[in-house]
């Protein structure tokens, strides 16, 4: 297997032992988005503000990576065209239960539902590989924490911006690497691996990341993650950082997120 297959095989794992971003929405919060009151989350802690995605009803949006039925949801219920993509089969499963749930339509191709009803469209693809929409498919992608699974960022920035229409959205969730070099296994008070965290290019890294079942992650620098916006051509409209939202680093306030909204 690629690093990509082993990844999403390990976040199935994860979901089925309650991992905490591949618990979905209940229903009554559900309901609530369908009256306007919603939140969502790139990052673990500061919600998304309301303005970055302006009026979201029949708006084409992607949620690249965001499988797991919280945040599509929100989507559907403010009346967006809604898209999820994701490789892993337990994150998809999540999003198609909510929507037997919920009582709005399932479509699992590259294909828009004809009926005015409520609808998302579940497709599972690797965002490692071209993405499977036309260019200028979508008006907002919404892409939280997650290409910390992705060794070579600037693909995913590129395909971003192709399948992105003219003056359409990008938000991101981006690791700042400080996670990465903390020690996972107890209490993030000792200083324990240098960066760049890549088991690509270390034996040991990656043994023990399959021995942990911590899936193969890597680090992204500045350069990488906001840099590589800027050379795909988007343009840095706003940016807020976030927390782990529990833990040492937490506690103490150190930042270990950024979320972006840029501009096409």
């Given at each position: 297997?690629?690093?990509?297959?082993?990844?999403?095989?390990?976040?199935?794992?994860?979901?089925?032992?309650?991992?905490?971003?591949?618990?979905?929405?209940?229903?009554?919060?559900?309901?609530?988005?369908?009256?306007?009151?919603?939140?969502?989350?790139?990052?673990?802690?500061?919600?998304?503000?309301?303005?970055?995605?302006?009026?979201?009803?029949?708006?084409?949006?992607?949620?690249?990576?965001?499988?797991?039925?919280?945040?599509?949801?929100?989507?559907?219920?403010?009346?967006?065209?809604?898209?999820?993509?994701?490789?892993?089969?337990?994150?998809?499963?999540?999003?198609?239960?909510?929507?037997?749930?919920?009582?709005?339509?399932?479509?699992?191709?590259?294909?828009?539902?004809?009926?005015?009803?409520?609808?998302?469209?579940?497709?599972?693809?690797?965002?490692?590989?071209?993405?499977?929409?036309?260019?200028?498919?979508?008006?907002?992608?919404?892409?939280?924490?997650?290409?910390?699974?992705?060794?070579?960022?600037?693909?995913?920035?590129?395909?971003?911006?192709?399948?992105?229409?003219?003056?359409?959205?990008?938000?991101?969730?981006?690791?700042?690497?400080?996670?990465?070099?903390?020690?996972?296994?107890?209490?993030?008070?000792?200083?324990?691996?240098?960066?760049?965290?890549?088991?690509?290019?270390?034996?040991?890294?990656?043994?023990?990341?399959?021995?942990?079942?911590?899936?193969?992650?890597?680090?992204?620098?500045?350069?990488?993650?906001i840099g590589g916006q800027l050379k795909a051509g988007f343009k840095l409209a706003d940016i807020y950082s976030d927390t782990n939202g529990l833990g040492y680093l937490h506690d103490l306030n150190i930042?270990?997120?950024?979320?972006?909204?840029?501009?096409?």
């Amino acid at each position: 297997m690629n690093y990509a297959e082993i990844n999403s095989k390990v976040i199935d794992s994860w979901v089925k032992d309650g991992w905490e971003w591949g618990k979905p929405i209940n229903l009554d919060t559900y309901k609530n988005a369908l009256n306007g009151n919603w939140n969502v989350f790139l990052t673990p802690t500061k919600p998304v503000p309301h303005e970055w995605f302006g009026n979201l009803k029949g708006k084409k949006i992607l949620g690249l990576a965001s499988g797991g039925a919280q945040q599509m949801p929100i989507f559907v219920a403010a009346g967006a065209d809604a898209t999820v993509l994701d490789y892993s089969d337990a994150q998809l499963k999540s999003e198609e239960d909510f929507a037997n749930l919920a009582g709005y339509t399932i479509t699992k191709e590259n294909t828009r539902h004809s009926s005015t009803l409520p609808n998302i469209n579940i497709i599972k693809a690797d965002m490692t590989q071209r993405l499977p929409f036309s260019d200028e498919s979508f008006e907002i992608i919404f892409h939280p924490v997650s290409n910390c699974y992705v060794e070579d960022v600037y693909s995913i920035w590129k395909e971003c911006y192709r399948i992105l229409k003219k003056g359409g959205i990008l938000l991101s969730g981006l690791d700042n690497g400080i996670n990465f070099i903390v020690d996972m296994d107890e209490d993030e008070t000792k200083i324990t691996q240098k960066l760049p965290f890549n088991p690509m290019n270390d034996i040991e890294l990656y043994e023990k990341s399959i021995k942990n079942n911590w899936g193969i992650q890597f680090s992204h620098t500045i350069e990488e993650q906001i840099g590589g916006q800027l050379k795909a051509g988007f343009k840095l409209a706003d940016i807020y950082s976030d927390t782990n939202g529990l833990g040492y680093l937490h506690d103490l306030n150190i930042a270990t997120f950024y979320a972006t909204k840029s501009i096409k």
